[in-house]
C-alpha cells in the first residue's frame, strides 16, 4: 500500500524524535515536555514505529528456494493438470469387517 507523502515526512520526524530522546539519556516525560509532545502521542508512535520494523525485518526473511518437481508430480504437470496433490486411494468396501459392529 502506498503511503502519503505527508504520512512518510511524519513518520520521519517521529523516528527522529525516537532516536533523539533515546540517545538524550532523558525520561521520557522530561523530553516530551522539553519538546513539548504529548508524551501518549510518544509512547504510541514508538510502539508503531517498533512493529513496522519487526515487520520488515520479519518480511526481508522470506526467501524463496528453487524446487525441481520429480515423479508423478512432473508427470501431471506435463498433461496440464494444475492439481499437484498425489491421487487419493480408496478403499474397497469390505462388508465383513461391519458385521463386528453392533450398534
Do not use: N
Amino acid at each position: 500500500m502506498a503511503r502519503s507523502k505527508r504520512s512518510v515526512e511524519r513518520e520521519r520526524s517521529w523516528r527522529l524524535l525516537v532516536a533523539e530522546q533515546r540517545r538524550s539519556g532523558e525520561s521520557i516525560r522530561a523530553f516530551c515536555g522539553r519538546k513539548a509532545i504529548s508524551e501518549p502521542s510518544f509512547y504510541a508512535w514508538r510502539r508503531g514505529l517498533r512493529k513496522r520494523d519487526a515487520q520488515r525485518a520479519a518480511d526481508a526473511d522470506v526467501r524463496l528456494i528453487p524446487v525441481d518437481v520429480v515423479g508423478p508430480a512432473r508427470e501431471r504437470a506435463a498433461r496440464g493438470s494444475h492439481d499437484t496433490a498425489p491421487p487419493k486411494r480408496r478403499r474397497a468396501f469390505r462388508p465383513k469387517k461391519l458385521a463386528f459392529c453392533q450398534f
